[in-house]
């Protein structure tokens, strides 16, 4: 079984440190900033075997090379970016597995946001790292895929178990949450999620993982109907 905790990082990022509990393997999906992440992989004993990158953002690798050097981790990326990416000691393409502990994850290829962005799928405690694809109640930017693309992408990532945990980049999802009101306000799934998120960020804690079900039920781009429809949600929101 594998398990996903979120690491706050920078000014609202998240990396995912990631844990096969039948081996005791320790993963890392986008490190950005090393002295929050030493600090909790010391917290686990020193120990971090791979490094999962999603995307080439300086803000989702800024810190691979110093974790690499220090523990040894295997560095693992889109083989399509690997100019743009930290050295990778395995470069994978849509539909490879790549082994963790006793576990694996599986690779999706999700260009959209960035054109040679992957996710990462781990059947054993279902977890999908999805970097910047795929966010609580939103989805990234089209800086350099199509609509059409990412409309794919998501399309992709919504076919994966509902109870499937939505482990993404970043914290955006009180403002996503405004937007998704503004075109979806009569939605009562999204209107139960408004509370939660209410109430969980007053708390102080994060919104992710989400739910996959629960993005299908409230998300306005997992709800789009075609791809023109994403198109026409994703420019509304960039001018939101």
Wanted: charged letters at 25%; glycine letters at 8%; a negative charge.
């Amino acid at each position: 079984m594998v398990s996903a905790t979120p690491l706050p990082i920078l000014k609202d990022n998240y990396a995912w440190l990631l844990v096969d509990a039948a081996s005791g393997a320790v993963g890392l999906v986008d490190p950005a900033e090393e002295g929050p992440l030493i600090a909790a992989i010391e917290a686990r004993g020193g120990r971090l075997d791979t490094i999962f990158l999603t995307h080439h953002h300086a803000d989702h690798v800024a810190a691979t090379e110093v974790l690499k050097g220090r523990y040894g981790a295997q560095v693992v990326g889109a083989a399509i970016d690997i100019a743009r990416l930290p050295r990778l000691d395995l470069a994978v393409n849509e539909g490879d597995r790549v082994p963790f502990g006793a576990s694996h994850a599986e690779v999706l290829f999700v260009p959209g946001h960035t054109r040679g962005h992957a996710a990462y799928y781990f059947p054993a405690g279902g977890v999908l790292a999805c970097g910047d694809t795929l966010f609580s109640l939103g989805c990234g930017r089209l800086f350099e895929g199509t609509a059409e693309e990412m409309f794919a992408s998501l399309r992709k990532l919504a076919a994966l178990p509902d109870e499937t945990l939505v482990c993404c980049g970043h914290e955006y999802t009180e403002s996503n949450l405004r937007f998704a009101l503004s075109v979806d306000p009569d939605n009562p799934a999204l209107q139960r999620r408004a509370e939660e998120v209410r109430a969980v960020r007053a708390a102080g804690r994060p919104t992710v993982p989400s739910r996959l079900g629960e993005e299908k039920a409230c998300n306005p781009f997992l709800r789009a109907r075609d791809a023109a429809h994403f198109a026409e949600l994703r420019a509304r929101k960039d001018r939101f």
